[in-house]
T-cell receptor, first 118, second 115 residues
């Protein structure tokens, strides 16, 4: 079974600076997807960025980028030029692509609470 | 609607009572997921519907939990004989394909508190 681990319960960053959130995962599969979701106090999960395991190039979405290390099974999120609105809980998630009856369900890590200081 | 809608937003009940939580997915989305998120934890998968049928209910913790989606749109999560350990936020998500490519869109969840 796949597992996702986020070892940083809380992180803090100064506004306009850069912060990196860590995520490791365990799987025996070679094809899969990895995601970072943001969950503000409203509770709604918002997709931040997605990485396809067969792509070597790291995904980037504006101020958000990932460092995907497939061999090390590591998937960190870098937030540049941090803004007050980035403050939220961030979840790393894994999604299989193989298997008959693949449901596309997500397996989440425990989350990291990000505080942005003005 | 424009997004995934969940009702009620908050529900407080007493131990032993029956509870229903409703999810109204994005119009046209065939895939629907229920997750449970305990305080300070990541969401845990409960059940997945493709159309009207439960394609994967492996995450339901026990037979007190049941979910339906009779017409392939709105889904109801039903919890019988609630226990204090059932207290959590119950998140619903929908997707246009249910496959890997389909992005999951989440609702704001229903917070259940069992006293």
């Amino acid at each position: 079974a796949q597992t996702v681990t986020q070892s940083q319960p809380e992180m803090s960053v100064q506004e306009a600076e850069t912060v990196t959130l860590s995520c490791t995962y365990d799987t025996s599969e070679s094809d899969y997807y990895l995601f970072w979701y943001k969950q503000p106090p409203s509770r709604q999960m918002i997709l931040v960025i997605r990485q396809e395991a067969y792509k070597q190039q790291n995904a980037t979405e504006n101020r958000f980028s990932v460092n995907f290390q497939k061999a090390a099974k590591s998937f960190s999120l870098k937030i540049s030029d941090s803004q007050l609105g980035d403050a939220a809980m961030y979840f790393c998630a894994y999604r299989s692509v193989r298997g008959s009856g693949n449901t596309g369900k997500l397996i989440f890590g425990q989350g990291t609470t990000l505080q942005v200081k003005p | 609607g424009a997004g995934v809608s969940q009702t009620p937003s908050n529900k407080v009940t007493e131990k032993g009572k029956y509870v229903e939580l409703r999810c109204d997915p994005i119009s046209g989305h065939t895939a629907l997921y229920w997750y449970r998120q305990s305080l300070g934890q990541g969401p845990e998968f409960l059940i997945y519907f493709q159309g009207t049928g439960a394609a994967d209910d492996s995450g339901l913790p026990n037979d007190r939990f049941f979910a339906v989606r009779p017409e392939g749109s709105v889904s109801t999560l039903k919890i019988q004989r609630t226990e204090r350990g059932d207290s959590a936020v119950y998140l619903c998500a929908s997707s246009s394909t249910g496959g890997v490519i389909g992005e999951l869109f989440f609702g704001e969840g229903s917070r259940l508190t069992v006293l």
